[in-house]
């Protein structure tokens, strides 16, 4: 079976971008399943209710959070709803769920939702030990274990790799917005890339409108962020994986 991952989409100029693409992408590569990042849908902080009707109305099959998970209070809403994942290493004592079990066909996929501890600024576990007990929880149960592991450092994301290696289908990374080229299957079997993009404008800074971005580097006062205009990109993963073995046989990396 195909998975695909998109990653983090930017604004409605992100979620229109997902829409014109996605049937695409899942008629001309046999798309069983996708998993979506939706933390910055909501004008680049959050998701509305608006966002996340609209990206569901595609048939994704899971949205992923991150570090704005909070950053619309219309989440509140939804955040129960099966389909939609906060990170699973945030206090336990926050509303929604940090993993579930999904099915296609005969097979059960886990999708895992976990959030960086470097340069985040977000009060969060431990997201190795996190990680760690609820794939303990989940081996003997699913067929499939997918992780969107939302973190800033590089050397984070490798690590927990290495830490998964073999214990986990596929790992990986959302936030940075920039898509890394070092897709590749670990030793053991897991595949791995460390940053998959974003969905969302083109001539932009990680989405955002260029002027008011430099201007925060330059001057180093607050300025608002504001969305970019202009043509947009879809960035992403697409894991193939053998249906005997529920390893991936091939990583690719997606960008349109």
Not at 119 to 142: C, R, Y
Not at 180 to 207: Q, R
Not at 231 to 243: A, H, K, R, T, W
Request: hydrophobic share 40%; proline share 3%; with cysteine.
């Amino acid at each position: 079976m195909k998975i695909l991952a998109v990653g983090d989409l930017v604004g409605a100029a992100g979620v229109k971008k997902l829409k014109t693409e996605l049937p695409k992408i899942r008629e001309n590569e046999k798309i069983d399943f996708v998993i979506v990042n939706g933390e910055n849908a909501g004008e680049g902080m959050g998701i509305t209710k608006k966002n996340f009707d609209d990206i569901l109305s595609e048939k994704v099959d899971v949205i992923t959070m991150g570090n704005h998970t909070w950053g619309k209070k219309d989440i509140f809403s939804f955040i129960d709803h099966p389909k939609i994942l906060r990170p699973a290493n945030y206090c336990n004592t926050v509303p929604g769920k940090g993993y579930n079990i999904y099915e296609y066909g005969n097979k059960k996929i886990a999708v895992i939702n976990l959030i960086g501890r470097v340069d985040m600024n977000v009060l969060s576990e431990n997201p190795f030990l996190t990680a760690k007990t609820i794939v303990e929880k989940l081996q003997d149960k699913t067929d499939i274990i997918i992780i969107d592991f939302h973190a800033e450092a590089t050397a984070e994301k490798i690590a927990l790799g290495y830490f998964l290696d073999g214990k986990v289908t596929a790992i990986f990374g959302t936030h940075t917005h920039v898509q890394t080229a070092d897709e590749v299957v670990l030793e053991k079997g897991t595949a791995y890339i460390s940053d998959i993009g974003m969905t969302g404008p083109k001539k932009s800074v990680i989405g955002m409108d260029i002027s008011a971005s430099i201007k925060r580097f330059e001057t180093t006062l607050p300025e608002r962020y504001r969305i970019a205009g202009g043509e947009c990109i879809l960035n992403g993963v697409i894991f193939d994986i053998d249906d005997i073995k529920n390893k991936v046989i091939n990583i690719k990396r997606v960008k349109i």
